[in-house]
């Protein structure tokens, strides 16, 4: 049995829960790199024209979105996930794939970036096909 979630426009009142409750390798990580993690998902959700929270007993559980010029040709995708929702793996994937079909519909360049030394982050990405995920940093 899943736990029920459900998916809704991103928000600005979203950031701080998820904020607190993202991976704590993926926080742990984007802290060595220099960024508070609210603050880094702040700009990351500021510079996004597209932003989907994933919402579970009332709490944002995953964040993700597109960054780019509406009419340009590649989007810069993103993905911001809890503790909690790694319990819904199947989920993550099948709504990923979906989200990055969306994308896709509009863009025909995707790029996401990944912290090196996020191991999961990085084998994610690859999975999803992205590749050379070893090469990105957040900037």
């Given at each position: 049995?899943?736990?029920?979630?459900?998916?809704?426009?991103?928000?600005?009142?979203?950031?701080?829960?998820?904020a607190?409750?993202?991976?704590?390798?993926?926080?742990?990580?984007?802290?060595?790199?220099?960024?508070?993690?609210?603050?880094?998902?702040?700009?990351?959700?500021?510079?996004?024209?597209?932003?989907?929270?994933?919402?579970?007993?009332?709490?944002?559980?995953?964040?993700?979105?597109?960054?780019?010029?509406?009419?340009?040709?590649?989007?810069?995708?993103?993905?911001?996930?809890?503790?909690?929702?790694?319990?819904?793996?199947?989920?993550?994937?099948?709504?990923?794939?979906?989200?990055?079909?969306?994308?896709?519909?509009?863009?025909?360049?995707?790029?996401?970036?990944?912290?090196?030394?996020?191991?999961?982050a990085?084998?994610?990405?690859?999975?999803?096909?992205?590749?050379?995920?070893?090469?990105?940093?957040?900037?």
């Amino acid at each position: 049995m899943s736990a029920a979630y459900e998916i809704i426009p991103g928000s600005i009142k979203h950031i701080r829960p998820m904020a607190r409750h993202m991976r704590a390798a993926g926080a742990i990580t984007v802290e060595k790199f220099g960024y508070n993690p609210r603050e880094a998902l702040r700009r990351t959700f500021v510079a996004s024209h597209y932003c989907r929270t994933a919402i579970m007993d009332g709490q944002p559980v995953a964040m993700w979105g597109a960054c780019g010029t509406l009419l340009g040709d590649s989007a810069m995708v993103w993905l911001v996930l809890s503790e909690a929702i790694q319990a819904l793996p199947k989920a993550v994937v099948r709504e990923a794939r979906a989200e990055l079909a969306r994308v896709a519909e509009n863009y025909q360049v995707i790029n996401t970036t990944v912290i090196p030394h996020d191991e999961a982050a990085v084998r994610f990405a690859t999975f999803l096909g992205f590749d050379d995920c070893m090469d990105h940093a957040i900037i």
